[in-house]
């Protein structure tokens, strides 16, 4: 079954703790992305890889890291640095065709800071 | 830099009627235009998606119409159904392995019984 798998589904951090969030995709893409989502405000790029062990920032870095050692594998961390970090967390993949192009979203993972 | 306006925020419909959802973008390079459609609680999905060389594309009960002059482009649905209510995003981006999708902020369909 293919497609991206983010883990936890529900995850809960005190306040001035890291948290690593998982995404693993087995659809042979070389991107992937990290998009924070919080009410009204749409999808907002962290963080995003178009080959292994590069990555580029996003919109909203700040506060966060990532690394890709893998392919299949993109993980988040979510610094203690990062000012509001409670909200709803995607991780995506894509593909390029000849002219084709899709993003493809993990379930996402709800991260709650307190 | 790049920004894609998108509107109403939320739209209430009723039951097999329609429902029109709007979106402008700024960058005149842009060329591929997916619409997604995210369910409570879970990742976002693509619905359709149009090319800069096409003006109208359709499947099934939705359809997207571009405008390229205008820098506008357009989500249709038709005979809206419960399942239909969702959030959903327009978005814009150039088909080459340097560019980003931009997205919207969303809208809000409620289909109303």
């Known amino acids: 079954d293919g497609g991206i798998t983010q883990s936890p589904k529900y995850l809960f951090r005190k306040e001035g703790q890291n948290v690593t969030l998982s995404c693993e995709q087995n659809?042979?893409?070389?991107?992937m992305y990290w998009y924070r989502q919080d009410p009204g405000q749409g999808l907002r790029l962290i963080y995003y890889?178009?080959?292994?062990?590069?990555?580029q920032k996003g919109d909203i870095a700040e506060g966060y890291s990532v690394s890709r050692e893998k392919k299949e594998s993109f993980p988040l961390t979510v610094t203690s640095a990062q000012k509001n970090p409670t909200a709803f967390y995607l991780c995506?993949?894509?593909?390029?065709?000849?002219?084709?192009?899709?993003?493809?979203f993990g379930p996402g993972t709800r991260l709650t800071v307190t | 830099g790049e920004n894609v306006e998108q509107h109403p925020s939320t739209l209430s419909v009723q039951e097999g009627d329609s429902a029109v959802i709007k979106c402008t973008y700024s960058?005149?390079?842009?060329?591929?235009f997916p619409w997604y459609k995210q369910e409570l609680g879970k990742g976002p999905q693509l619905i359709i998606d149009?090319?800069?060389?096409?003006g109208e594309k359709k499947d099934q009960r939705i359809a997207v119409t571009l405008n390229k002059t205008a820098k506008h482009f357009s989500l249709h649905i038709t005979e809206t159904q419960p399942e239909d209510s969702a959030v959903y995003f327009c978005?814009?981006?150039?088909?080459?392995?340097?560019?980003?999708?931009?997205f919207g902020k969303g809208t809000r369909l409620h289909i109303l019984p």
């Open positions: 995506a993949s894509s593909i390029w065709g000849r002219d084709h192009y899709e993003q493809y």
């Open positions: 659809l042979n893409h070389d991107a």
């Open positions: 890889s178009q080959i292994v062990n590069d990555f």
């Open positions: 960058d005149s390079a842009s060329n591929y």
């Open positions: 149009i090319r800069s060389n096409v």
């Open positions: 978005a814009a981006s150039r088909v080459n392995r340097d560019d980003k999708i931009i």
